[in-house]
């Protein structure tokens, strides 16, 4: 299975922001997107999640495949990291809360509620959410902000390890993120040229 | 669908949750109505019925945007749109969450807000059966309300405007329940116009909501 897009033309706010986007993500590959801020990474992988139409072009795989980790970490913070996780894990049919929490070095705070957990605790918790999705293909957004670089290394064994079990990620990111195997796209070459469809009206996109 | 049932509920019992929040209010109604109309037991009996039914749909308005509001702020929103778990089930488990939290405890304690308010003696169980099948439909509509509003910042005004005229059949043949209970008259006709709203709401509005949800995520 492979993640295929071809010709994708996605927009924000009723506006075109990439066009002609196309590359094929394998399974066990990386890829990391990059470009300026405002050049349309955030809205690209939230196309793909199905999160928002795209206004043209073809993506192979359905968005049940997908599991989508954006700036927001989708953490209660009255619940504790194990039930956070746990819920996620029931949601998605899973189980192996454990192993994501021993992964991403959780298993001393898992009786801590999430309110009481530092950002990069957070964020932590919010990477092993993906490991409790059992879906192939990870959409990371930033994955490494307010992350020290002990945890940086933590996150890449575990795309690492996601890969080699045959599962893929596609990631937005600034800094390099010590997966040496994957690929850049550099999502400035797509940009879309400005222009107003016909009979534009923004009230209405 | 049950893992986030026992989520939200275990969220509007923790701390902050606001569980309390609609209850609360509608205690204080209750007990302040009295003593601004003063204690002539027979215009309280009177008014009574409509009371307890104003009462009970504004507690429940109350706590409407949290339906939504938070889980879009902290990014679960986006993660349940994109989880296995259809949005229209999850409008309808939230939905469900709300009653459970909001509309169930008025069910519960209306009855003992009644004596304060002098309610005839046997309109009582009509309140309680009237309030059973109505608050259902309270929050279902309000859950589509919020759906309609939930990227809004202060939302909570525009909720509120939107959910009430929607909210006006429920209270009619609500009201119309207890009063006719409470005269000793045939409640049939406005008990099964409020079954008939409550069953509708809930056939089609998770629908709805789940395509406002859908608009407003983009």
Not at chain 1, 57 to 66: D, F, L, R
Not at chain 2, 59 to 86: M, V
């Amino acid at each position: 299975m492979e993640l295929a897009v071809a010709d994708l033309t996605c927009a924000r706010g009723g506006v075109p922001l990439l066009e002609g986007v196309s590359f094929t993500l394998p399974a066990g590959a990386a890829l990391v997107l990059r470009g300026p801020n405002g050049c349309g990474k955030t809205t690209l992988l939230r196309t793909l999640a199905g999160l928002q139409p795209a206004l043209a072009g073809t993506v192979s795989c359905p968005p049940e495949a997908i599991a989508y980790a954006g700036h927001a970490d989708g953490l209660k913070a009255v619940l504790t990291v194990a039930e956070n996780l746990a819920f996620w894990a029931a949601i998605h049919g899973q189980s192996g809360v454990e192993a994501a929490m021993k992964a991403m070095n959780l298993t001393e705070l898992s009786g801590r509620q999430a309110q009481h957990l530092s950002a990069g605790q957070k964020r932590r918790l919010g990477l092993a959410r993906l490991m409790v999705t059992g879906r192939a293909f990870w959409l990371l957004d930033e994955p490494t902000v307010s992350l020290d670089t002990a945890s940086v290394a933590l996150f890449a064994a575990v795309v690492r390890a996601h890969l080699a079990r045959g599962g893929a990620a596609l990631m937005a990111s600034h800094i390099d993120l010590g997966l040496d195997e994957a690929r850049v796209l550099e999502l400035a070459a797509f940009r879309a040229a400005p222009r107003l469809p016909q009979g534009f009206d923004e009230a209405f996109a | 669908m049950i893992a986030l049932l026992t989520r939200d509920l275990r969220l509007a019992f923790r701390a902050g949750g606001g569980f309390g929040l609609g209850l609360g209010f509608f205690l204080i109604l209750a007990v302040l109505v009295p003593l601004g109309v003063g204690p002539e037991p027979r215009t309280l009996g009177l008014i009574a019925p409509g009371i307890l039914w104003v009462g009970a749909l504004l507690a429940c308005l109350l706590s409407l945007d949290r339906i939504f509001a938070l889980d879009f702020e902290d990014g679960s929103l986006d993660l349940l749109a994109t989880a296995p778990i259809p949005l229209e089930g999850v409008v309808a488990v939230k939905a469900l969450a709300h009653w459970l939290t909001t509309g169930l405890p008025l069910v519960l304690v209306a009855p003992l807000l009644g004596v304060l308010l002098n309610l005839a003696p046997g309109a009582y169980g009509w309140l309680v059966l009237s309030l059973l099948l109505g608050t259902p439909a309270l929050s279902v509509i309000g859950a589509f309300g919020a759906a309609l509003t939930v990227g809004l910042k202060r939302g909570g005004l525009l909720l509120s405007l939107l959910v009430l005229p929607l909210y006006i059949p429920t209270l009619v043949y609500g009201a119309e329940v207890v009063i006719r209970g409470a005269a000793g008259l045939g409640v049939t006709t406005p008990l099964l116009l409020l079954a008939g709203i409550t069953a509708g709401s809930a056939a089609l509005l998770p629908f709805a909501a789940a395509l406002a949800l859908r608009v407003n995520l983009r």
